[in-house]
């Protein structure tokens, strides 16, 4: 059910151990749905690279519509904090979210980057750098692709995609940008991802984090964003409820085009049609659906469906 402010859950996972009576944690299982099924003979994966403004090269992998175009852009940030290899990205183009687009009529783009940073630095402003630098890089690629309207680019991030998503918004030309719950946490330091964010706790100890200094940086990360921005959230769990609370906060003071759509019942990654609990087709249709209602009024170039 889709709820104009989540709900708050909490996520407790365990298992017992009988042969010594003691409980023990269990890693969820993950679901993931498959993508559609369009023919890679007629809608065949391009493989590219991306250079960063350092030098750093990474791959990038594109399918689009049939036609030489121009096309509207999707292009789309992965999470986790590690990089992808080229298979991986390539096979990034056949889920069930990059699917769904390219059927809309959308140019699908992935990207991969280097790996986060955050136990290696105490700057906040730091944390991220470098895979800023590479998300750039992808928009700068994305927006040179063969059939691409450089004019109707969106980026659609989740997780660490998600927050890599804002920060690369705040430095590009862009028609919109969709964050599916971004990892904004990362912006509050590495005492606080080290400690209570890492755990489905009581997030009483938060506010105490968010201090006058991370507070000045994400307000003036935020600010620089001009383009419409979407926030697509889940049941908050954990340290998944830091992106809705801080971040829509602060983008509605500072007068941004935001709006965020929550979907109760909703596991973290269920923008990629995946999560702890196995989602319908029409669940992630339903995601799709608003995201592309959102932004179509800001492409110049409007998708035509496959």
């Given amino acids: 059910m889709k709820l104009l402010v989540p709900l708050i859950t909490l996520l407790i996972m365990s298992c017992a151990n009988d042969s010594i009576g003691q409980e023990t944690p269990s890693k969820p299982v993950w679901h993931r749905m498959d993508g559609l099924p369009l023919s890679l003979e007629i809608y065949p994966i391009f493989s590219d690279m991306i250079v960063s403004e350092d030098g750093e090269k990474f791959p990038l992998a594109y399918r689009k519509p049939i036609g030489t175009g121009p096309f509207p852009v999707m292009l789309f940030f992965h999470g986790g904090v590690r990089s992808f290899s080229r298979s991986v990205v390539d096979d990034f183009l056949k889920n069930a979210t990059t699917t769904r687009f390219l059927k809309k009529g959308y140019m699908v783009v992935a990207s991969t980057r280097r790996e986060l940073q955050w136990r290696k630095t105490e700057n906040p402003s730091s944390y991220t750098a470098g895979m800023v630098y590479d998300g750039i890089a992808a928009v700068r690629k994305a927006k040179t692709l063969p059939g691409a309207d450089p004019e109707s680019i969106v980026i659609y991030g989740g997780s660490v995609g998600g927050s890599l998503a ?17 990892a904004s ?17 009581n997030y009483d100890v938060f506010p105490s984090y968010y201090t006058e200094e991370v507070k000045s940086f994400v307000r003036s990360l935020l600010d620089r964003i001009d383009c419409p921005f979407l926030l697509l959230h889940g049941d908050p769990t954990g340290f998944r409820t830091t992106d809705y609370l801080y971040v829509m906060r602060e983008l509605t003071e500072l007068g941004k085009r935001a709006k965020s759509i929550g979907y109760g019942g909703y596991q973290h990654g269920f923008y990629w049609g995946m999560g ?22 800001h492409l110049k170039t409007k998708p035509k469906p496959l």
């Fill in 166 to 182: 804002i920060e690369t918004a705040a430095q590009t030309s862009i028609a919109a940008v969709v964050s599916g719950e971004p």
């Fill in 276 to 297: 702890t609990r196995q989602m319908t087709g029409q669940e992630l249709d339903e995601v799709i659906e608003d995201t592309h209602t959102f932004i179509l009024p």
């Fill in 185 to 201: 946490d990362i912006w509050m330091g590495p005492e606080l991802k080290g400690k209570e964010i890492r755990n489905f706790g």
